[in-house]
């Protein structure tokens, strides 16, 4: 059974940082080009950052770029999203996401595992 289970989430001031985590277990990970996703209250689903099997390739959504950075630890298994600069708009429930294969995509339908979320707050 895959799972994928995000860590890191909290309440942080604007201007702050925070690293969310992403462990998965029940597949193989070198396997599987990964993803960050957000969904805020009444907001649908975004994308937020991507990044190949080996790490060599990134993606960013315009509105994390250059604040945010995703990598991988291939042999933890485990993916993360460093956060800095933080607003108060980046405020959601973080998702990790992972797809068999090699091409990153931006889209949520083009995932085929999902963890339950994390809680980012950013306060003004």
């Known amino acids: 059974q895959v799972q994928l289970v995000e860590s890191g989430g909290g309440l942080v001031q604007a201007g702050g940082s925070l690293r969310l985590s992403c462990a998965a277990s029940?597949?193989?990970?070198?396997?599987?080009?990964m993803g960050w996703f957000r969904q805020a209250p009444g907001k649908e689903r975004e994308f937020v950052a991507a990044?190949?099997?080996?790490?060599?390739?990134?993606y960013y959504a315009d509105s994390v770029k250059g604040r945010f950075t995703i990598s991988r630890d291939n042999a933890k298994n485990t993916v993360y999203l460093q956060m800095n600069s933080l607003k108060p708009e980046d405020t959601a429930v973080y998702y990790c996401?992972?797809?068999?294969?090699?091409?990153?995509?931006?889209?949520?339908?083009?995932?085929?595992?999902w963890g339950q979320g994390t809680q980012v707050t950013v306060s003004s």
């Open positions: 029940g597949l193989t990970f070198g396997s599987c080009s």
């Open positions: 990044i190949s099997r080996s790490g060599s390739s990134t």
């Open positions: 996401a992972g797809r068999e294969g090699r091409t990153i995509v931006s889209r949520t339908g083009g995932y085929d595992y």
